[in-house]
Structures are given as C-alpha cells and as structure tokens.
C-alpha cells in the first residue's frame, strides 16, 4: 500500500507527489495525462521567476521533478471510484478504470477541471490561436486589440472588466436574455466605455484566417439574423468544470462539483486532502495549484504522523 497516494498529474499532482516524496513516505502518482491542463497551454508567462515557458516544456519539467525523488508514476490510468477507509486508520482504495485498485493510507485528490467549450465550428481550430479561456493568462497578449468575452455570468464579466483595461475594446456576448452576473460587476460593466453587451445572442462560428482568429459570427436569438464581429481573441467563459464526477457521493462537493476542503487542503473525508482547479479554492492557476499540492501533502504527512496504522 501507498502512504500517501495522488490521483491527478498536474501541477497540483507534481507537487503534492515531491512534497511527499521528501518525507521519505511511498508515494505513487495515477494520471490520466501527466501534466493536465499544462500540455494544452502554449505560453506560459506567470509562472514567477520563469518570465516565458511553453506548457508542454513545464509538464516535462514537472514529471521529470517528480521521477527524481522515485515517486512511483502511473500514467494513462483513469480512477473510476474512491472507497475510504472503513475504520480509522485503514487504507482508503481508489479504483482504476483498468480494473485495478490500488490501497493508500492517505489520498490527494488533484484532477483539476476543464473548460466548457462552446462547442462551434473554429473554436478547437483556432484554441490558443486567439480562442483562449484564460483572461489572468492570456489577456495581455491582445493588448490594445479587439476582443469579446463570452459569456455572462461573473466569471464573463470579471473577464470583460478585467481585458477592458488592457484591451483596445470589447464585446460582451451572453446567450441568455439578460446578464447573469452579480449587479454590482454589471454596473461596473455598463460604467467602461470600451465595452459594448449583446444579449440573446448565440455564438454560432469563430472565423481565422488559416493562422489566427479574424472575428465570429453570433446569431440573434429574436431575430433569427446572423451578425459578424470582426476581432482579435474570444475569451470563452462558460464554466470551468472540475473533473470530480467519479467523486459524488463519496465526499462533499459544492454546488458547482468542486471537491470542498479547509485551509489545510482536508475534505470531508479524514486521510483525504484536495488540491488544484479539482477544489474549492479560489482562482485557478498554476502558481496556486502548486502551491495548494504542496500544502496537501504537507497535510497528508501530518495525518500519517498522527494515526495509527489500523
Ligand atoms: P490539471 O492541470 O487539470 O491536472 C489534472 C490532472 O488530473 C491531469 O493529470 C489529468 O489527466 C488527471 N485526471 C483527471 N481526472 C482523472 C481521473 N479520474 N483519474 C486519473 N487522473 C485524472 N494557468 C496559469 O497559471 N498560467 C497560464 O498561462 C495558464 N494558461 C492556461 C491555458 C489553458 C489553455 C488552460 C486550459 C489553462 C491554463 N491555466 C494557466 C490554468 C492552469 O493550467 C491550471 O490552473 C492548472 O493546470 C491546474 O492544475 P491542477 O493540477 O489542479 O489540474
């Protein structure tokens, strides 16, 4: 059996596997695809102390960090279902989609989330071409263009707020017929001249020029007519979903499926810690999830010190 045992390989995962590693405990590692959202991300430029990386280039970086310190890695392996100890200090199971199980003292849990994509032609095409998700990470990039956030809900509008003061403008664009955003952001919203809204309105295309986003097409959800924006970068803002469905049931998750945790990274479960986009910390990012994995297994190492083995 694992001492400490990490579901997920992305930053989270990587850390929360080191950090235990260096306690000298067995630590094993199941990722589907070590490195997470990392591989899919092509700049990288605030990852502190490193000013410019590419995704691909950090995931090997994580892996490799992680192989150092022997940590036992179990790659292109789904876990299909979490069993938890049945008495204290007992070995949690974790089920892999191979038929597996695989036994732990204690559990991370770090399968961050994806984002929701809208699902229309040219959006996978151009993704990272100036279809992004990310405002924290890839606003800069179109300073001074145009862009639109789609989206309008408070994640869509903290995005427009947040690229309206480093872009040239941007449209707003929610399917619904109203904004779903808390009052005091759509005020602040309709307060910024460089941001026009259009309600009742359904993305239907992103248009490129075979390289980059040129501009998308929306569809008035009243008239039925198709208008085109001509722009630069389309922030898609209709969700992060975290990758917990195999979870529900086991231990609590919020409304939005976010594994809940305390301050020290603990779920509801005793000898099971979260980390990363999976959980309900604030602000998705790298930096964070490193830090979150960190303090997970630091968590973890804990609880082992202060349970007797059953
Ligand atoms: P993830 O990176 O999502 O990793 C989850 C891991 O769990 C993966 O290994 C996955 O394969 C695995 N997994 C999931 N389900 C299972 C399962 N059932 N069984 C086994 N394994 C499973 N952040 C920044 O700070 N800067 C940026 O510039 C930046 N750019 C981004 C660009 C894009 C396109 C995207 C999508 C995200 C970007 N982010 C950026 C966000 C950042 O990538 C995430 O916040 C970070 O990767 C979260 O780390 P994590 O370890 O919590 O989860």
Redesign the pocket.
């Known amino acids: 059996a694992f001492d400490v045992l990490v ?9 929360a596997a080191v950090y235990a590693a260096r306690k000298g405990v067995r630590t094993g590692v ?18 502190i102390s490193v000013p410019h990386t590419e ?1 691909p280039k950090l995931a090997a970086a994580l892996e490799q960090h992680t192989r150092d310190y022997g940590v036992d890695i179990m790659a292109l ?4 279902a979490l069993e938890p100890a049945a008495i204290p200090g007992g070995l949690a199971r974790v089920k ?2 191979s038929g597996a199980t695989l036994q732990a003292r204690t559990v991370i849990l ?6 929701r994509q809208m699902g229309v032609p040219g959006e996978a095409e151009y ?2 071409k100036g279809v ?3 405002p ?3 606003g800069p990039l179109f300073k001074g263009k145009r862009v639109a956030v789609i989206g309008g809900g408070n994640s869509g509008a903290e995005a427009a707020i947040d690229l309206a003061g480093i872009v040239a403008h941007v449209t707003l664009i929610e399917f619904d017929a109203a904004l779903r955003a808390d009052a005091v952001l759509q005020n602040k919203l309709r307060s910024l001249a460089n941001v026009t809204i259009i309600t009742s309105a359904q993305t239907t295309e992103v248009h490129g020029d075979g390289s980059k986003v040129v501009g998308l097409s929306y569809k008035d959800r009243n008239s039925g007519n198709l208008h085109r924006v001509d722009l630069d970068g389309i922030f898609v803002q209709i969700g992060l979903v975290p ?1 917990t469905e ?1 979870l529900k049931g086991t231990l609590a998750l919020s409304p939005r499926g976010e594994i809940e945790i305390d301050a020290r990274g603990q779920t509801s479960v005793p000898g099971v810690f979260a ?5 309900t910390v604030p602000y ?7 830090g ?2 960190a303090k997970a297994a630091l968590s973890a190492f804990d609880h082992l010190i202060r349970t007797v083995p059953a």
């Open positions: 579901v997920g390989g992305g930053p989270a995962g990587a850390a199941v990722a589907e695809r070590f490195g997470g959202q990392v591989l899919d991300t092509m700049s990288i430029e605030n990852f995704g392996q789904t876990a299909v892999l989609a770090s399968t961050g989330a994806r984002w993704r990272n992004a998700y990310c924290h990470c890839d990758n195999w980390a990363g986009d999976a959980t998705k990012q790298i930096v964070i999830a490193l979150e994995g």
